[in-house]
């Protein structure tokens, strides 16, 4: 009996890297339109130097680029980058197709609704707020609530105690076979790969299911518990 579906966020709730690749490329160009001397294809590659170096969440990575291009931080040119990739991280956070209708339903089912990211809290739960989900989930664990990442057991055991059930009454929903998948397995939880928010192209997941869409979440739970 599955009382409880557990959501990764990223790249399962929501397409983070259109939404970090948007919100980039308009922070670059408000740099370059406000006088910074490069161009956004050699703009790009250091950035994204920088996040291999220091985590796709790292928060000054605009700083740490105006640093390493022009030595010195011009406030005039990061608070232009900053304000633009604002601006276009909130338009293109959007959740997947589906997610809204399909949380619903799992909600009518009386199924408990968690989340489990690797992402720090604060953007975790702004990234919620952005999608006025925040008070959806029964729980949501981050980062910084175990101070370890998947595929750890401890994220997993922290999300399964707030929402008080065990391990084989809940499945686990994840874009990363390595990290959401394995670890849900590793202790006995359900799991449901996101294919339709795979970014490595991944061919062995070991999952016990496959979304193609996460609509496809509600026939599983109706599966399982024989509805």
């Known amino acids: 009996m599955i009382k409880a579906v557990i959501f990764d966020l ?11 690749r948007m919100a ?14 490069i161009t956004i294809e050699e703009a790009s590659k250091k950035i994204d130097s920088i996040y291999k170096q220091e985590g796709i969440e790292y928060q000054k990575v605009f700083d740490a680029f105006l640093n390493n291009t022009i030595g010195m931080i011009d406030f005039k040119i990061l608070s232009a980058g900053i304000v633009a ?3 276009a991280r909130e338009a293109a956070l959007i959740p997947y ?10 909600s009518k089912l009386g199924i408990k609704l968690g989340v489990l990211s690797d992402a720090p809290a604060m953007e975790a739960w702004l990234r919620l707020a952005y999608m006025n989900f925040h008070h959806i989930f029964d729980a949501v664990v981050t980062f910084d609530d175990t101070g370890h990442r998947k595929p750890n057991p401890e994220p997993f055991r ?12 809940s499945i686990m929903v994840g874009d990363w076979a390595e990290r959401d998948i394995l670890g849900a397995s590793n202790i006995g939880m359900k ?4 294919k339709y928010g795979d970014t490595f192209n991944t061919e062995l997941h070991n999952a016990d299911y ?3 869409d996460i ?3 509600i026939l599983i739970i109706q599966k399982e518990n024989g509805l």
């Open 85 to 87: 990739y604002r601006r």
């Open 158 to 169: 922290a999300v399964l105690n707030k929402l008080n059930v065990k391990p084989e009454e």
């Open 215 to 217: 609509s496809e979440i």
């Open 24 to 37: 980039i490329e308009a922070g670059l160009t408000a740099m370059i339109d406000a006088g910074l001397n």
């Open 97 to 106: 197709p589906h997610v809204y209708s399909s949380l619903n339903k799992l």
């Open 191 to 194: 799991t449901a790969f996101a």
């Open 10 to 20: 990223d790249n399962t709730l929501v397409d983070f890297m259109k939404m970090k």
């Open 210 to 212: 496959e979304l193609k």
